[in-house]
C-alpha cells in the first residue's frame, strides 16, 4: 500500500492507517481511547492533565474567517476542552518553506498570539525549520490543559436515551477553503473558532457531559461513528433537524458535497442525558458560538449510525470514504 491524499481524509483510510500502523506499534491504555485529547494522571497528586497534538497544513494560508495562525491555536484548544479541561499551555513548531514572505510571517504569528490570549493559553515552548520549498508554511502545535476533579467526559461514556446536541452550522470552513482554492466570489466565511464559551457555559450549568467532539476534518459522519463505535451504542440522526447555513447548502449542492462530511474548525457536538436536553441546548445557544445550536439525534439500542432524511427514509451513515478535501486544517 502507498500513502494517498485520502489518508489525511479523517475518514476510512485515515482509521485504517492509523490501526494498521501507528496503532500496531504505539498501542497502550491511554492511546487506545482515540479521543480528541490524551487525559493523563499527574504521578503524586492525582490530578489529571489533558494533552493533545496537531499539526496544520491548510492551503491558503490566510482566507476569510482566519489563518493558519488562528486555525493552529483554535484547533488545538478546542482538542483540550472537548475532553472537558481547561486549556492552559502551547507549544508551536513552524516548517517554513524557503521564499516564505516574512511580512506574511509576521501577521500569522501576530494571528497566534491574539488567539492564543482570547483563548486563555499563553505560548511556552517552540522550534522553527526551514526546508527548501515555494513559500510555504507548516505548524505543529501541542496543548496541555487542566481537568478539573469529577470531570469525565469520553466517547465511552454515551448510552441509549442520551441526545446529540450540534453548536451550530456545519461546513462553513469547508466551503470557505475550496472557495479561495477555486476563486470563487460569496460571502461564506471559516467557523474558526475556539469553544470555550460553550464549554464553560455547560459546565457551568451542571450539565453532566457524557461526551464532546469537534468536528473537524471527515465531518459530523465520522465524528459521530466514532462515538458510536466506543459507546457500543446506535446512534439517529434527524437530518431535518442539522443546521447548515443556506449559501452553504447551495454551494455544496452545486459542487456534489455533502454538508455532514465536510470539516468544520469551530463546531462541536455534545452528548447530554435527555432530561437534560433542554437545559444544555439553552447554555449552547446562550454562547456566542453557538447561537444556531441543535438537537439533531439521539443514542438508542443497537450499533451503527443512521439518519432519517427529508424524504422520511433512513439509511446508513457511514464514514467519509475518499479523499474529501486536502489541506483544509
Known amino acids: 500500500m502507498k500513502i494517498t491524499m485520502a489518508h489525511g481524509s479523517g475518514g476510512k483510510s485515515s482509521a485504517q492507517l492509523m490501526g494498521d500502523i501507528f496503532g500496531k506499534h504505539f498501542a497502550n491504555s491511554v492511546l487506545d481511547k482515540m479521543e480528541d485529547a490524551a487525559v493523563l494522571e499527574v504521578p503524586g497528586d492525582g490530578s489529571r492533565i489533558a494533552c493533545s497534538t496537531d499539526s496544520f497544513v491548510v492551503t491558503p494560508l490566510e482566507f476569510k474567517g482566519g489563518d493558519i495562525g488562528k486555525l493552529c491555536v483554535c484547533g488545538t484548544v478546542n482538542?483540550?476542552?472537548m475532553m472537558g479541561a481547561e486549556p492552559k499551555y502551547l507549544t508551536c513548531g513552524f516548517i517554513l518553506e524557503e521564499g516564505l514572505d516574512t511580512e506574511l510571517l509576521d501577521r500569522v504569528v501576530a494571528s497566534m498570539a491574539a488567539q492564543a490570549r482570547e483563548a486563555g493559553v499563553i505560548i511556552v515552548a517552540g522550534d522553527t525549520k526551514v526546508v527548501e520549498g515555494n513559500g510555504g508554511m507548516y505548524i505543529?502545535?501541542?496543548g496541555i490543559g487542566i481537568v478539573p476533579e469529577?470531570?469525565?467526559v469520553s466517547g465511552g461514556n454515551c448510552r441509549p436515551g442520551d441526545v446529540i446536541i450540534c453548536s451550530g452550522n456545519?461546513?462553513?470552513?469547508?466551503a470557505c477553503i475550496l472557495s479561495h482554492r477555486m476563486e470563487i466570489e460569496n460571502d461564506i466565511t471559516s467557523d474558526c473558532a475556539a469553544l470555550n464559551d460553550i464549554v464553560e457555559n455547560l459546565f457551568e450549568e451542571g450539565i453532566d457531559v457524557r461526551a464532546m467532539r469537534d468536528v473537524t476534518r471527515g465531518g459530523l459522519g465520522t465524528v459521530l461513528n466514532e462515538i458510536s463505535e466506543?459507546?457500543?451504542?446506535r446512534i439517529e440522526l434527524e437530518e431535518e433537524s442539522i443546521p447548515v447555513n443556506s449559501q452553504v447548502r447551495g454551494f455544496a449542492d452545486i459542487l456534489g458535497l455533502d454538508p455532514l462530511y465536510m470539516g468544520n474548525e469551530g463546531k462541536m457536538i455534545a452528548v447530554v442525558p435527555a432530561e437534560e436536553a433542554d437545559k444544555a441546548l439553552a447554555a449552547v445557544k446562550?454562547?456566542?458560538h453557538g447561537r444556531d445550536a441543535a438537537v439533531i439525534g439521539r443514542f438508542t439500542e443497537g450499533t451503527g449510525t443512521y439518519i432519517r432524511t427529508r424524504l422520511g427514509a433512513t439509511r446508513r451513515f457511514d464514514v467519509l470514504y475518499g479523499e474529501g478535501l486536502p489541506r483544509i486544517c
Open 286 to 288: 446562550k454562547a456566542p
Open 170 to 174: 456545519l461546513g462553513d470552513h469547508h
Open 79 to 81: 482538542d483540550l476542552l
Open 150 to 152: 469529577g470531570r469525565n
Open 230 to 233: 466506543s459507546s457500543n451504542c
Open 140 to 142: 505543529n502545535t501541542t
